[in-house]
């Protein structure tokens, strides 16, 4: 039983492996937040919080005159409204007569066997057949507001999950203006809170900062996750490194605008809660409805590594679907860098005829195939071949690059129009606009308005003729703007704050409607690079394009900031030309490969404007990715940051389960004449195996390596990567 109830103190003890997430009914009625942490058996724990008087704080009028219970200061799984709860709000409301009040107390809580549902939205599935589902009821009273929370807890995976089921038992409407996914409180601690943020180009960067007095908060308000703040954040003890120290995670499955909030207040205690949508947020609750906040996947564990190993495993087991989730991924190649728009069937199978001679396995047409698609300024809605670029048509082209050997994908950009299209001219008003105001334009497209039953339609459509009438293995779906002119006409004035996330369920019942329908294509998602790049996504895409930067020192960070929540099997990857197009900057080829061959990996070059070396150095590089592919997609990842400090150097490990192999890299972003030699410790390695160190032809204990470490060759040249292989050859 990974859920248990006790009696005595109304208590709740959620039990992973290692952790306990306690909560218990107070006399009040109110459900309070004791402990998250290393793993405790069920106690009262109740002592932890000391009561005395608490000067301008709201105390619960059934307290009558003892005035040392504080609304203010007692740590709660769910935050309450205008009652003298003055952090930031999980839910923000408007009674039919205006009220802002909401008084939420314990009803009932039921533990079931499974995993709660959540139609229509991502949500972690129960892979292991081990989970358990809490529900907890709450109401207020005077409004009726009824919430659900809901726990789904992962005894195996070290998680749990949180989610919200808002619901209207009253005869007259309620507004939800802020309908939170999940309060996560640490009543003691120093807390740094590690966000993800970035650009285009630059996704997912690591930023530590001390959690302060006061609310610091990241978010989107640009309908997509954003390049600019990923959906999940962790909570880590100020001490807390690699290897040791109090984690914890939140992360949203969830794509469009959301809030992640973290308070420190008063007394020293955190609040983080996550939301969906930004303050435009607006949602009607009619008589009877209910509104289900997405799911948020939050994780302890004892040390930064261990936290992200939980995140990498749960999503690729209980969060990735489809024929690949578990599967080798097929090395690509992929013709945007290579082509751009300058398409033609004979340019393209040449390409493919080369790639194909040197073990590639899967080929990508990328943008510019389509009718009137000669740059980004038109075409995008009218999803059939161009016969000006492919005279002899799409098919004949797919027969061309599948008599190679490989597979064929293709890109489409499904949830966007130019209005140089057909599809523009025919439905003008399927674009999100306000009638009377011509919308902004982005990369010249405007946004499909997927709230609308009738546009969803059109897309599983389209894309279900592409998918039968074609032989395509692989779908790159992308999403190359921000959202603006935020209205649908199908929706009343009173409901135009709901677009976003109805648009956003439009999505996820499209890709589920294609997934499901088309179970064998791989699908990957892109949004400009890395723009949705969040565990939503993957509950349909198992993988996504980590960023449109190519250069590998610049997705040295970029890959590194995404490896604290995503495995390594979701981050697509490319070797792409020296000088890199988006830097300018020249790297070895060796280099490229080695970054790229941490992810989902694939190649992004004209195959025509490299030597014949680089040609036979990319036969080589796709033989080892072959061999090296089940240790990258499921080992356990160590980043090696704190042992290469002040190196300049990035350094990773991948560790095979059963420590029978293990996979060093180093990269050199920066080479000194007469320089300290690169020193470094391995992590998760047998102490009592003797490993095979390959390109030193050395053996030497997983004892020595862990302890005494290891030190590199010098490295020289401009930005060189060193690798080394590592199997275990005697127990
Ligand atoms: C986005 C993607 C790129 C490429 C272009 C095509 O920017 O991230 O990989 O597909 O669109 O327009």
């Given at each position: 039983m990974s859920i248990i109830y006790t009696e005595a103190d109304h208590s709740i003890t959620l039990q992973t492996r290692d952790s306990s997430y306690h909560?218990?009914?107070?006399?009040?009625?109110?459900?309070?937040?004791?402990?998250?942490?290393?793993?405790?058996?069920?106690?009262?724990l109740f002592y932890l919080y000391r009561y005395y008087d608490r000067a301008f704080s709201g105390n619960p009028r059934a307290a009558g005159t003892d005035r040392t219970y504080s609304m203010y200061a007692v740590c709660q799984e769910f935050s309450n409204t205008g009652v003298g709860d003055y952090r930031i709000p999980t839910l923000r409301m408007k009674s039919s007569d205006g009220a802002r009040i909401a008084d939420l107390r314990?009803?009932?809580?039921?533990?079931?066997?499974?995993?709660?549902?959540?139609?229509?939205?991502?949500?972690?599935?129960?892979?292991?057949?081990?989970?358990?589902?809490?529900?907890?009821?709450?109401?207020?009273?005077?409004?009726?507001?009824?919430?659900?929370?809901?726990?789904?807890?992962f005894e195996k995976k070290n998680m749990i999950t949180r989610a919200v089921i808002y619901e209207n038992a009253s005869e007259k409407s309620i507004v939800l203006e802020k309908a939170g996914s999940c309060c996560l409180e640490l009543p003691y601690g120093n807390w740094d809170l590690l966000h993800f943020h970035g650009r285009h180009n630059r996704?997912?960067?690591?930023?530590?900062?001390?959690?302060?007095?006061?609310?610091?908060?990241?978010?989107?308000?640009?309908?997509?996750?954003?390049?600019?703040?990923?959906?999940?954040?962790?909570?880590?003890?100020?001490?807390?490194?690699?290897?040791?120290?109090?984690?914890?995670?939140?992360?949203?499955?969830?794509?469009?605008?959301?809030?992640?909030e973290v308070e420190g207040e008063q007394y020293g205690s955190v609040r983080a809660v996550m939301s969906p949508g930004d303050e435009t947020f607006c949602w009607r609750l009619q008589p009877g409805g209910q509104f289900t906040a997405p799911e948020v996947l939050m994780g302890y564990a004892d040390g930064l590594t261990r936290l992200s190993q939980q995140y990498h495993r749960t999503i690729r087991e209980n969060i990735c679907r489809g024929a690949y989730h578990l599967a080798h991924r097929p090395v690509l190649i992929n013709s945007w860098e290579a082509a751009y728009f300058d398409i033609s069937a004979e340019r393209i199978l040449k390409l493919a005829r080369q790639a194909a001679d040197l073990g590639i396995e899967l080929f990508v047409l990328d943008?510019?195939?389509?009718?009137g698609r000669k740059d980004d300024n038109a075409g995008l809605g009218d999803w059939e071949y161009?016969?000006?670029?492919?005279?002899?048509?799409?098919?004949?082209?797919?027969?061309?690059?599948?008599?190679?050997?490989?597979?064929f994908g293709i890109w489409v950009e499904p949830e966007m129009v130019n209005e140089d299209s057909d599809l523009y001219r025919a439905h003008p008003d399927w674009a999100l606009a306000e009638p009377g105001r011509a919308p902004a334009r982005s990369r010249n497209q405007l946004v499909l308005d997927l709230s609308r039953e009738d546009v969803q339609d059109y897309i599983i459509g389209f894309m279900t003729r592409l998918l039968t009438e074609y032989d395509i293995s692989y779908i790159k779906w992308d999403f190359n703007r921000s959202v603006m002119d935020v209205y649908s006409r199908l929706l009343p004035a009173e409901q135009q704050g709901e677009v976003l996330h109805r648009a956003m369920l439009g999505l996820y019942r499209v890709l589920e409607t294609l997934t499901t329908r088309f179970p064998k294509v791989l699908f990957e998602g892109c949004s400009g690079g890395g723009g949705r790049f969040d565990a939503g996504m993957l509950y349909y895409t198992p993988q996504i394009w980590c960023s449109d930067d190519t250069d590998p020192i610049e997705r040295l960070t970029i890959q590194k900031g995404t490896?604290?929540?995503?495995?390594?099997?979701?981050?697509?990857?490319?070797?792409?030309?020296?000088?890199?197009?988006?830097?300018?900057?020249?790297?070895?080829?060796?280099?490229r490969a080695a970054v790229a061959a941490t992810g989902a990996f694939g190649y992004e070059l004209d195959l025509s404007l490299i030597s014949a070396e680089e040609q036979e150095e990319i036969r080589r590089q796709v033989q080892q990715y072959l061999e090296d592919e089940p240790l990258i997609r499921q080992g356990l990842y160590y980043r090696l940051g704190e042992e290469t400090e002040g190196m300049d150097a990035f350094s990773w490990l991948l560790v095979s389960e059963n420590q029978d192999q293990a996979l060093l890299t180093v990269v050199a972003t920066a080479t000194h004449g007469n320089a300290p030699l690169i020193h470094l410790r391995f992590k998760g390695l047998d102490p009592e195996a003797l490993y095979e160190l390959r390109e030193e032809g050395l053996k030497r204990s997983g004892a020595a390596l862990m302890n005494a470490g290891y030190t590199l060759p010098m490295l020289t040249g401009d930005y060189p990567a060193f690798r080394l292989h590592l199997k275990k050859v005697r127990h």
């Open positions: 909560m218990a009914v107070d006399s009040y009625g109110y459900i309070r937040h004791l402990y998250y942490g290393k793993r405790l058996e069920p106690e009262d314990y009803v009932s809580h039921e533990i079931r066997n499974g995993k709660y549902a959540l139609p229509g939205l991502p949500a972690v599935r129960d892979e292991d057949g081990d989970a358990q589902t809490l529900e907890v009821i709450l109401r207020d009273e005077p409004s009726k507001l009824t919430v659900h929370l809901l726990y789904g807890v996704e997912r960067a690591p930023e530590r900062v001390p959690v302060m007095h006061g609310v610091q908060a990241v978010g989107s308000c640009r309908g997509m996750s954003s390049h600019q703040h990923n959906p999940f954040i962790i909570l880590c003890d100020r001490r807390a490194t690699e290897d040791h120290g109090d984690c914890y995670g939140l992360m949203y499955l969830y794509s469009s605008n959301f809030r992640a943008d510019g195939w389509f009718r161009d016969p000006e670029k492919l005279p002899e048509g799409l098919d004949s082209l797919i027969t061309g690059i599948r008599e190679t050997g490989m597979l490896s604290f929540g995503y495995p390594l099997s979701t981050v697509g990857a490319h070797v792409s030309i020296a000088p890199n197009h988006q830097t300018g900057r020249s790297t070895p080829i060796s280099t």
